[in-house]
């Protein structure tokens, strides 16, 4: 048996597992089936007690004295479905999980066996869990440790994942019609037209910026690789002309001291013309936006030399309601940023390999999540990248989605 961690995994030793969620209150437990894109195909596969079986999945209720407990038949799942997230909420109206250890146990279904253990830690304000998940990477499925919160109850998971919620308010119910029907993502400021963030000038070699007299122009890639510093600005055209159509955005760190691994997470968050969350793409949602933007999966300690965490993205090919990316790290494991060391980020032509633009994070904040830069498109359809360099206090990207907004 493994005691996990948030964000570890194991591979799977059995066909059909059973993951039971247990708590000092009775909780609604339930399980999501997704296909690669992170969704739902329907609502019917959202297993729950109301709707408790489906296609290589079963929920199996304890009846208030007993944990409640999804199965899975991983040899069951219809083609196509690549991950099941096992989520659980407290049953009593309006009760958080502060206070309250959930734990997960993850056993083999045939034998009973226990494979592993799982209590999130850090629970607070949160409402609703994804627990852990079964998914399956390079043909071999297996568990990973979760433990991602949400302050709206089941709806924002529901949401996230592509269920249909009903928008009338409700009174306390079950997981079909949870208390706080609410979009995931809180509202933001009515739309506002914001012209692009003013640039600081610098006119310095790539190594060692420097500020640069007024008036002498935006920052672009004529000169070639630009060095930012926090709230500068880089325009990513050479010669009058947009550079580029494919970048990766590379993200790295180090442990402070030595030793002691760091887990963390990059993410980054797409945006409309009105500030509008559109999507995020992180560990547990590896594409969005029809393959655009690409996750090169989970890096959980920091060690080794070069860029922990890769995103991809396909400038040619997103949507044109996407008009701004927010790229964030964030601590899942709640270690602070000043146990972490050369925290960075550096922008690639995809193409090439060359690096283009770097922003080397300074002054770490003890708090759990980092806002590093931002790509937004021009009206005339050229990218400028900015360095942000903001804490804000997340374990999780979908806490960044509302600061990242005010960023655009």
């Known amino acids: 048996m493994t005691a996990m961690t948030p964000g570890s995994n194991l591979p799977l030793n059995a066909v059909r597992v059973t993951v039971d969620v247990a708590a000092p209150v009775r909780l609604d437990v339930s399980g999501l089936l997704l296909a690669a894109d992170g969704k739902v195909r329907s609502d019917a596969d959202f297993i729950f007690y109301n709707q408790p079986s489906g296609p290589g999945v079963g929920y199996r209720s304890g009846g ?134 003013a640039p600081v000038p610098i006119a310095a070699p790539p190594a060692a910026p420097a500020a640069a007299p007024a008036g002498t122009g935006k920052i672009n890639l004529d000169k070639g690789r630009v060095s930012l510093q926090k709230n500068q600005t880089v325009s990513l055209v050479k010669n009058g002309r947009p550079l580029l159509s494919r970048v990766q955005m590379g993200l790295g760190w180090e442990p402070a001291y030595r030793g002691r691994d760091i887990d963390l997470d990059a993410s980054v968050i797409a945006y409309g ?87 080397d994070l300074t002054g770490a904040e003890p708090q759990t999540g980092v806002m590093m830069a931002k790509l937004i498109r021009q009206f005339s359809g050229e990218w400028e990248m900015t360095a942000i360099g903001e804490f804000v206090k997340s374990r999780t990207v979908r806490g960044m989605v509302k600061p990242g907004a005010e960023t655009l």
């Open 64 to 197: 208030g004295t007993a944990p409640d407990s999804v199965t899975v038949d991983t040899g069951g799942l219809p083609p196509g479905i690549e991950r099941i997230v096992v989520t659980a909420s407290p049953d009593a109206a309006g009760q958080t999980f502060q206070g309250v250890e959930p734990t997960a146990t993850v056993r083999n279904a045939d034998t009973g066996a226990v494979i592993a253990t799982f209590t999130p830690p850090q629970l607070g304000t949160e409402t609703a869990l994804v627990v852990v998940e079964v998914y399956q990477r390079g043909g071999v499925w297996k568990v990973r440790a979760v433990g991602q919160g949400y302050a709206n109850g089941l709806a924002g998971i529901a949401t996230d994942f592509g269920v249909s919620v009903d928008e009338e308010p409700a009174a306390p119910a079950p997981a079909s019609a949870p208390q706080t029907p609410a979009a995931p993502v809180p509202p933001v400021a009515p739309p506002v037209t914001v012209p692009p963030p």
């Open 273 to 359: 013309p009105q500030r509008n969350h559109i999507d995020s793409c992180y560990f547990g949602r590896l594409t969005i936006l029809g393959g655009a933007i690409r996750h090169s999966g989970d890096n959980l300690t920091g060690e080794g030399a070069g860029d922990d965490e890769v995103i991809t993205v396909d400038l040619g090919r997103l949507p044109a309601e996407a008009t701004g990316l927010v790229f964030t790290v964030n601590s899942f494991s709640g270690q602070k940023f000043t146990e972490v060391a050369k925290a960075y980020c550096r922008l690639i032509d995809a193409a090439s390999g060359e690096e283009l633009v770097r922003f």
